[in-house]
């Protein structure tokens, strides 16, 4: 049995930056269940300067129960060129990894990397001091994202011990790839802290918030950018003229890839603390993410927890969490079937009920604390074995 896991991440949240949100929640879910959580995650001191991305205190610890020994988190300051001085950048990387993981208290039963490249990064730890590597592999598309190839990285290939996939797509990437034959992975789709995303009373939020009780709202959360689909759902609500649709467009754009929607109706538009998302989502009526690439989408769970029938994207991804029974599933790159989804919703109360009902039930196997048991039993076996 572990009683300690060391992981590695290219991002961690506090509450003003919820960055990698998906990576606490896993953290807390490990630690609650008795487990000493280390986390290792660079912040790039160029962005902060830049950019003016916020910056994390280089160590906080986090004890959510006097009898558990809680998460350690190590934010080393890193310093990143981009692309142009790569070799200088993956220096410095290296550099604040190896200094974070000297500070480690102990040395951790198990080492995790979340997604592909951080487990590659955290693979000479492990293998200096003959720890299981495990890699979590959630990437929106796995094998643009590692440009590395499988007879350059064998050494790491054969060290890792096991593989957790968010999706069914994930694992066939990261087999077609060349990165594992399959039999050492399992699927295990993202989940939701279900103390903060469930299903509330609709008008009663409308009523403190302002909005009005009889609108119809779509709610839409991700990044501005071509890959989420902000634009297109934009579009698509404009083509309806024939329908009173307001919208919440909860995020932001990144960097050059700002895509910002300007239809009429928006309610509201731009970040929201994850604290203060359920209560938006719960005052919608519907979700709508035409999202080209995920791994297994976090705010697609979230939505299906506050009981929101999904429009989403009819691509193997979405595939493990999403079928009739609680979306309808569109080409997301088509903006007509978009409008035609959400007029469909729009005009069928009974659809919308039908829906909703269908994604309560789906969100109930979707729970953080059930995930955290599936990795630590995959983990358990596989050391085991």
Same mark, same amino acid.
């Given at each position: 049995m572990i009683k300690s896991i060391c992981i590695l991440s290219v991002g961690y949240p506090t509450p003003t930056d919820p960055y990698f949100a998906f990576v606490e929640q896993i953290a807390i879910a490990l630690s609650n269940k008795g487990i000493k959580v280390f986390v290792v995650s660079p912040q790039s001191i160029v962005k902060h300067w830049l950019r003016g991305k916020e910056l994390h205190p280089k160590f906080r610890h986090y004890n959510y129960d006097e009898h558990k020994p809680g998460i350690f988190v190590y934010q080393p300051y890193n310093i990143s060129f981009g692309n142009s001085f790569e070799k200088l950048s993956r220096w410095f990387r290296d550099l604040a990894i190896k200094k /974070?993981? @000297?500070?480690? !208290? *102990?040395? !951790?039963?198990?080492? %995790?990397?979340? =997604?592909?490249? &951080?487990a590659l990064w955290l693979y000479p730890y492990a293998r200096e001091n003959k720890i299981p590597l495990f890699v979590a592999c959630g990437e929106s598309n796995v094998i643009a994202e590692n440009p590395y190839k499988p007879e350059d990285i064998r050494e790491f290939l054969d060290y890792v011990s096991g593989v957790i996939c968010v999706s069914s797509k994930n694992k066939e990437e990261s087999v077609e790839a060349g990165f594992t034959d399959g039999a050492n992975c399992i699927v295990i789709p993202n989940a939701i802290n279900a103390n903060l995303f469930f299903k509330k009373d609709k008008n009663a939020l409308r009523e403190k918030y302002g909005y009005g009780k009889d609108d119809? #709202?779509?709610? %839409?959360?991700?990044? =501005?950018?071509?890959? @989420?689909?902000s634009i297109r759902l934009s579009h698509a609500i404009d083509s309806?003229?024939?329908?009173?649709? @307001?919208t919440f467009f909860i995020g932001k754009g990144l960097d050059y890839r700002l895509e910002e929607p300007t239809c009429k109706g928006i309610l509201f538009k731009g970040p929201l603390g994850h604290e203060m998302l359920p209560d938006y989502l719960n005052m919608a009526d519907v979700f709508c993410l $035409?999202?080209?690439? *995920?791994?297994?989408?976090?705010?697609?769970? *979230?939505?299906? /927890?506050?009981?929101? $029938?999904?429009?989403?994207?009819?691509k193997s991804f979405n595939h493990d969490i999403l079928d009739?029974?609680? &979306?309808?599933?569109?080409? !997301?790159?088509?903006?007509? /079937? #978009?409008?035609? /989804?959400?007029?469909?919703? %729009? *005009?069928?109360k009974?659809?919308? &009920?039908?829906?909703? @009902?269908?994604a309560l039930k789906t969100a109930e196997s979707l729970k953080i604390e059930e995930r955290a048991e599936r990795v630590v039993d995959f983990i358990n076996k596989r050391l085991s074995n």
């Open positions: /974070a993981l @000297k500070q480690l !208290p *102990e040395k !951790p039963d198990v080492c %995790y990397g979340h =997604f592909w490249h &951080s119809f #709202i779509v709610a %839409y959360c991700g990044a =501005f950018e071509h890959r @989420k689909g309806l003229n024939d329908c009173d649709i @307001k $035409p999202t080209l690439q *995920e791994g297994c989408c976090n705010a697609i769970i *979230e939505a299906l /927890a506050c009981g929101l $029938p999904v429009v989403s994207s009819d009739a029974s609680n &979306s309808i599933l569109i080409d !997301p790159m088509d903006e007509v /079937a #978009i409008a035609g /989804a959400l007029k469909r919703l %729009y *005009e069928d009974d659809l919308r &009920s039908q829906l909703s @009902k269908g």
